[in-house]
Nanobody, 124 residues
Framework: QVQLVESGGGLVQAGDSLELSCAAS???????MAWFRQAPGKEREFVAG????????HYASSVKARFTISRDNAKNTVYLQMNTLKPEDTANYYC??????????????????WGQGTQVTVSS
């Protein structure tokens, strides 16, 4: 079965950088991989996504130019490089996957596979 395991979260100060990783296993199909985040009391929101080849990426406007999504298919790993972090970036960050043939999606309910999440806390 598909398993996604996130790592790399932690407590940082505003302006710092952090890189999250998502190790995937059991993906027997070409996938669109994404990062979502959820802050307390808020809905889970799309952060960034990437196609199987890595040739196409998508970002939420709130993180564009600060975050970079990438993937290493040889390692079955997706990364989220987060720069210039802000207190409003504080959230639990989740990795998600969906078959690439279904296209790009930014709604959480469109993803059948999820990791357990990793907490990112940015202090001011």
């Amino acid at each position: 079965q598909v398993q996604l395991v996130e790592s790399g979260g932690g407590l940082v100060q505003a302006g710092d950088s952090l890189e999250l990783s998502c190790a995937a296993s059991g993906l027997t199909f070409s996938s669109y991989m994404a990062w979502f985040r959820q802050a307390p009391g808020k809905e889970r929101e799309f952060v960034a996504g990437i196609t199987q080849s890595g040739g196409s990426t998508h970002y939420a406007s709130s993180v564009k130019a600060r975050f970079t999504i990438s993937r290493d298919n040889a390692k079955n790993t997706v990364y989220l490089q987060m720069n210039t972090l802000k207190p409003e970036d504080t959230a639990n960050y989740y990795c998600a996957a969906r078959p690439l043939r279904l296209g790009v999606a930014v709604q959480a309910h469109e993803y059948p596979y999820w990791g357990q999440g990793t907490q990112v806390t940015v202090s001011s």
